[in-house]
């Protein structure tokens, strides 16, 4: 069974400074991954999707990189600002169904940015 | 720019009561899903509809129903309810095709007491 590690559970860094989120999976036979935000009290809203075959994509101070033989995955997050303050989730995909019914998700990493 | 809009917000219910979980998507998605967020816990697939009609069991489907009458709406259904469901509920929904996103509706807090 397909199990998804973020560790850690909650991060603070200061504002300006780049960082990264971890993520872990055990079963690398995935389709695709994506990173999610979500904010106090509000749904998860997708930041990037990879592709099994790709190895990272970018938007914007966004960064995800996919190793798929190591089972694992980062966020990086370039000049944090105080908006980027939320709760971070990967959810990993399995098999090539057209669906997300095989969506395997993390708990998240909280993360706070200090102004 | 709706995308997908549930229903109620807040609920608290009483053991044993029932009640439904309304969810409606304007983004024609064949796709729908119902997931549930436990403090500490990665989200939960209760159940998903890969169209009008179809709908299927997911990880954790006891205690609940779904039905898919139309595209856009998906409700969810709790019988009988129980302390073990107080949960945020979220629906969310994909449209047919590889690699899609997944668009999730700002969630449904409900209390069992």
């Known amino acids: 069974k397909q199990e998804v590690t973020q560790i850690p559970a909650a991060l603070s860094v200061p504002e300006g400074e780049n960082l990264v989120l971890n993520c872990s999976f055990t079963?690398?036979?995935?389709?695709?991954l994506q990173w999610f935000r979500q904010d106090p009290g509000k749904g998860l809203t997708s930041l990037l999707l990879?592709?099994?075959?790709?190895r990272e994509q970018t938007s914007g101070r966004l960064n995800a990189s996919l190793d798929k033989s190591s089972g694992r995955s980062t966020l990086y997050i370039a000049a944090s600002q105080p908006g980027d303050s939320a709760t971070y989730l990967c959810?990993?995909?399995?098999?090539?169904?057209?669906?997300?019914?095989?969506?395997?998700f993390g708990t998240g990493t909280r993360l706070t940015i200090i102004p | 720019n709706a995308g997908v809009t549930q229903t109620p917000k807040f609920r608290i219910l009483k053991i044993g009561q029932s009640m439904t979980l309304q969810c409606t998507q304007d983004m024609n998605h064949n796709y729908m899903y119902w997931y549930r967020q436990d403090p500490g816990m990665g989200l939960k697939l209760i159940y998903y509809s890969v169209g009008a009609g179809i709908t299927d069991k997911g990880e954790v489907p006891n205690g609940y129903n779904v039905s898919r009458s139309t595209t856009e709406d998906f409700p969810l259904r709790l019988e009988l309810a129980a302390p073990s469901q107080t949960s945020v509920y979220f629906c969310?929904?994909?449209?047919?095709?590889?690699?899609?996103?997944?668009?999730f509706g700002e969630g449904s807090w409900l209390t069992v007491v």
């Open positions: 990879i592709q099994s075959s790709q």
């Open positions: 959810a990993v995909k399995a098999g090539s169904n057209f669906g997300n019914e095989k969506l395997t």
């Open positions: 969310a929904s994909s449209y047919l095709e590889s690699g899609n996103t997944i668009y």
């Open positions: 079963d690398s036979a995935i389709y695709n």
